[in-house]
């Protein structure tokens, strides 16, 4: 993606519409770029004249083969995970951390952990969720520099909404702090056009640490089923 070109046209009439919310922009970015790193590679974003139907009791693989909008992009922040030697749920964690853009943008990271809570170990769900505010804050000691296109978007001076700052110094201090700082070590950085991961490498990691429900994800009744089903039947009328 050309992100220079994205930055100065497309964000141009975010920020309009975003009454100033620099994080809204971010979110809009990310969605963006994963959004045209699909249709690069042939996933779900690419045009297609319908949705493939899904199994009657659909898997995690399901989804990703069939729905999520961001695989390629969340297949290659796991698949660096991987090759980096890092944990197995934090593999997971960089394997979910952006799926939930499919149904929506904002605040990705609370969504996200809404969508997961019900099927993985928390110390992931929670990643997931604090890896959102993380993204404005470098930890150079542990390899993450503040990114560049944020630099460019939003300028030197740029200061997240207060609420951001607030779950970023809550998730400082937290005993998981490196779970969801791990998750951003691998996600910006994960945007690669050339990149065909797949889900295989990770089928044994989602055997493991993800709780498939029989009935099927969005049929088994948790907090969560609506939301499956959302991404199942994204234009439902009703």
Not at 81 to 103: Q, R, S, W, Y
Not at 181 to 199: G, L
Not at 207 to 227: C, I, R, T, V, Y
């Amino acid at each position: 993606m050309n992100r220079r070109m994205f930055v100065t046209t497309a964000l141009g009439a975010i920020a309009v519409t975003a009454s100033g919310s620099r994080s809204a922009m971010a979110e809009e970015l990310e969605y963006k770029m994963a959004l045209e790193l699909e249709q690069q590679t042939g996933g779900q974003a690419a045009p297609k004249k319908e949705l493939a139907p899904m199994p009657a009791k659909p898997t995690l693989v399901d989804f990703f083969n069939l729905r999520f909008t961001t695989s390629n992009h969340c297949l290659q922040s796991a698949t660096r995970a991987l090759k980096n030697g890092f944990p197995e749920e934090t593999i997971l964690a960089c394997l979910l951390h952006d799926t939930v853009l499919t149904m929506i943008k904002p605040d990705h990271g609370h969504w996200g952990e809404n969508l997961y809570a019900p099927y993985v170990p928390e110390k992931i769900s929670w990643a997931i969720k604090y890896h959102q505010a993380l993204r404005f804050y470098p930890d150079p000691a542990n390899g993450y520099e503040y990114p560049e296109m944020y630099i460019r978007m939003f300028g030197k001076d740029y200061k997240p909404e207060p609420y951001l700052e607030e779950e970023y110094k809550f998730a400082k201090a937290h005993k998981w702090y490196m779970e969801a700082r791990m998750i951003t070590m691998n996600d910006e950085y994960s945007f690669d056009p050339k990149a065909k991961p797949t889900i295989d490498p990770f089928l044994d990691i989602i055997g493991k640490h993800f709780k498939q429900p029989k009935e099927g994800l969005g049929w088994d009744n948790s907090p969560s089923a609506h939301m499956w089903r959302t991404i199942i039947n994204p234009n439902r009328p009703l």
